[in-house]
T-cell receptor, first 118, second 113 residues
Framework: NAGVMQNPRHLVRRRGQEARLRCSPM?????VYWYRQLPEEGLKFMVY????????ESGMPKERFSAEFPKEGPSILRIQQVVRGDSAAYFC????????????????FGDGTRLSIL | EDKVVQSPLSLVVHEGDTVTLNCSYE??????LLWYKQEKKAPTFLFML????IEKKSGRLSSILDKKELFSILNITATQTGDSAIYLC?????????????FGKGTKLSVKP
């Protein structure tokens, strides 16, 4: 019973480069959520996806950030032209159905990717 | 604006003590409240609460929700050093987004031997 798998665990990028963060949900889960955690701050919602669909991206910055969850393969959070302020821990969570919809199911989290921008 | 406030922000106790962590919330359309424990890695799920007054228990941990007063507490009895972690409270608001969680900043618990 593998949990939510994120990779890489740590990622170092220079300003202006691209960062790609991957998330494989738990087996049987089709809903994926991305959160960002800044130092001394709580987790902040970024985006919610189902297979091949972005359901809610209200927490995503309008520029440089994008996310996808293709039919095959992991969900990807992509950050283009990274800046120092993007340094944070990025967590992915998954659930078997929309949390709270027709039977509440909690979100389960991965270990996160710690992104450092030089 | 929806918000979740946890208190205290940090707490230091000795093994064997009992602790109570607090979480108050303001959300437009409450659906559920969740507690997570975060050590160095992934937040791990503890409890999901949807109904007022029904205590959920797991070993030395228990939690209860008061939807009238808009808060929840997490109790840990006979604390152990392994309980040291950040405890996160999150609320799901189904009125806006369709499933995202609104997190508090957490309570950092340190249990001394």
């Amino acid at each position: 019973n593998a949990g939510v798998m994120q990779n890489p665990r740590h990622l170092v990028r220079r300003r202006g480069q691209e960062a790609r963060l991957r998330c494989s949900p738990m087996k049987g889960h089709s809903h994926v959520y991305w959160y960002r955690q800044l130092p001394e701050e709580g987790l902040k919602f970024m985006v919610y996806l189902q297979k091949e669909n972005i359901i809610d991206e209200s927490g995503m910055p309008k520029e440089r950030f994008s996310a996808e969850f293709p039919k095959e393969g992991p969900s990807i959070l992509r950050i283009q032209q990274v800046v120092r302020g993007d340094s944070a821990a990025y967590f992915c969570a998954s659930s078997p159905k929309r949390t709270g919809g027709g039977g509440n199911q909690p979100q389960h989290f991965g270990d996160g990717t710690r992104l450092s921008i030089l | 604006e929806d918000k979740v406030v946890q208190s205290p922000l940090s707490l230091v106790v000795h093994e064997g003590d009992t602790v109570t962590l607090n979480c108050s919330y303001e959300v437009t359309n409450f659906r559920s409240l969740l507690w997570y424990k975060q050590e160095k890695k992934a937040p791990t799920f503890l409890f999901m609460l949807t109904s007022s007054g029904i205590e959920k228990k797991s070993g030395r941990l228990s939690s209860i929700l008061d939807k009238k007063e808009l808060f929840s507490i997490l109790n840990i009895t006979a604390t152990q050093t392994g309980d040291s972690a950040i405890y996160l409270c999150a609320v799901e608001d189904y009125g806006g987004s369709q499933g995202n969680l609104i997190f508090g900043k957490g309570t950092k618990l340190s249990v001394k031997p």
